[in-house]
């Protein structure tokens, strides 16, 4: 989605004051967000999509 249409798109899920979360991703998209900074630890890998269901419903 083009950045023009965040704030549109965010207050359309109910968010009221967008500005914030709208810096926030244009912190990361510029690149002075970043969390892979030397004395940090990356981790990566997979789950699969039944796990990720079965958690979300016992949160539920």
């Known amino acids: 989605m083009p950045r023009e ?3 549109r798109q965010f207050r359309s899920e109910g ?3 967008p500005e914030a979360r709208i810096r926030m991703l244009d912190g990361f998209n510029e690149g002075w967000i970043d969390f892979q900074r030397d004395g940090t630890e990356h981790r990566a890998g997979t789950v699969e999509i039944g796990t ?3 958690d979300l419903v016992a949160c539920g």
Request: proline share 0%; aromatic share 12%.
């Open 15 to 17: 968010m009221r004051h």
């Open 52 to 54: 990720v269901l079965s």
């Open 5 to 7: 249409g965040w704030g």
